[in-house]
């Protein structure tokens, strides 16, 4: 009888300790996203200043403003982070062209514009790997024996991994 | 950067005046261990029936012993001699012949406060030496033999010094400031199963480097800003390639490296003057600081920080 009540004690600590380590993993996930989100915002907030500073070189900047701002509005509206990435790229290949541009080059606005996202497309990267690393952890843990077992009777799932720039296949185009 | 073997080369030149040194101190060593031997076989028999032949015996001891003692004194001199000529030759040489700009004191060290700033373990006793001082893209970069040791004293006076670190620091002070402390540290990899409740740690995103090395940081985006895949990359190269464990500090302005290798930069007479694994080894060591503190230099450059 005294060995029962010691396995069962055994057992209920296991349970409630792998039960919170889940929750725990799950919520520094949501942490890493929402990081996600706040750099991403920021780097969107200065879409409309590179858009200023670089339309009188481009040539149909009409459809790209168009563009960038209906994912613009569609990431704040669902803080859907595909969009967010794709938004990102269209930045991303905006900055790459003007770079060429040899106007844009000698422009003090621009070239303040271009370190500002820089810096932000760094931590915007770090904030991915760090998701990326923490979900990594938490699928293992809730696909491997015995705490599959926990994560199967409290329906935890498994989550998805952030595509890297190079994998979305969307093709973004800016016509100058 | 010149390769090793341009290097060993130019350091074999001063080879053949280095192993006559080593031959000469070494006959002195072997002698005055041929004088001690002579001295206890000549004083063992001493005692003889004849006066004289005591007297003779008794003459010869105090000679031989007079030696011994000369010999003996003379023991650690030949040995610091060799070793100062043994660094100034071949040490000081390889260096400069690495990076002209380099700079080699062997009598000089690393002053302690800079070992706490990094934050390693204490510890009660340090010592440094050997101390290489220069310019890396422009950012100074020191490099320092370290050793630093546990004092205990029991409760019969008795003491007892432990080695906690004996190896190699290197030092360099970045133009951008990092906000913050990213600590690299040797993975434990089975306890580290039970203590890895470090809320500062963080998971990277290589399971290879996980293997190798935990990441301790206050501010999580930064440390993964500068820890690319590039420089884990690189860092997991060398740990498998040169099999020397190593750990890192970047804190404020400065990047603090410590391999754990023992002493480089000591030989004895009973080496050859020119030891090809040892100076290979020295050469890894400062080549391995120097690219990969110019990575964390292009990356910090590159984003800002």
Partial sequence: MGILVIVSAIVLVWFFLTYNSIVMRRNKIKQAKSSIDV???QRFDLIPNLVA????????????????TMLRSDYQQTKNLKSGATLNKICNNMIGLAENNPHLKANDQFLKLQKS???????LQAARRLYNSE????????????????????????????????????????DW | MRSFESIYQEVKANRQELENVRKEEKKRV?????????????ISNCYSPSVVW???????????????????????????????????????????AYDDNLNYEPEKGMDSKVYQQAEFEGYDKYYSEDLIEGLLEGHPIRMAEVHTQHVRTDSNGNTTETT??????????????YHGTLKIRLDNQFLGMFFRKNKQRIEMDSGEFEKYFEVMADDKIQAMQILTSDIMD???????????????TIKSDCMYIRFITGSVFETSLWKPALDYQTLKKLYALIHFTFDLTSAFIKVMNETEI
């Fill in chain 1, 135 to 174: 979900v990594t952890v938490y699928n293992t843990k809730i696909t491997t024996v015995p705490t599959n077992l926990i994560a199967h009777l409290f329906h935890f799932k498994e989550e998805e991994l952030f595509e890297t720039e190079a994998e979305i296949k969307e093709n973004i185009e800016i």
């Fill in chain 2, 54 to 96: 005591m007297a003779i015996k008794l003459a010869l001891a105090l000679g031989l012993f007079i030696f011994m003692v000369k010999g003996i004194m003379n023991l650690s001199k030949s040995n610091v001699n060799y070793k100062k000529i043994y660094k100034k030759k071949v040490i000081q040489t390889f260096i400069k």
């Fill in chain 2, 164 to 177: 906690i670190f004996q190896g190699l620091l290197g030092v360099t002070h970045f133009k951008n400031v």
């Fill in chain 1, 53 to 68: 500073c670089v339309k009188g070189y481009m040539k149909h900047e009409q459809s790209v403003i168009t563009q960038v």
């Fill in chain 1, 39 to 41: 750099y991403l915002t």
């Fill in chain 2, 30 to 42: 072997m002698m005055t261990i041929g004088e001690v031997v002579l001295f206890y076989v000549v």
């Fill in chain 2, 234 to 248: 690189k860092m997991i190269s060398f740990v498998k390639e040169s099999k020397i464990k190593y750990e890192i």
């Fill in chain 1, 117 to 123: 996202l820089r810096k932000m497309e760094s931590q």
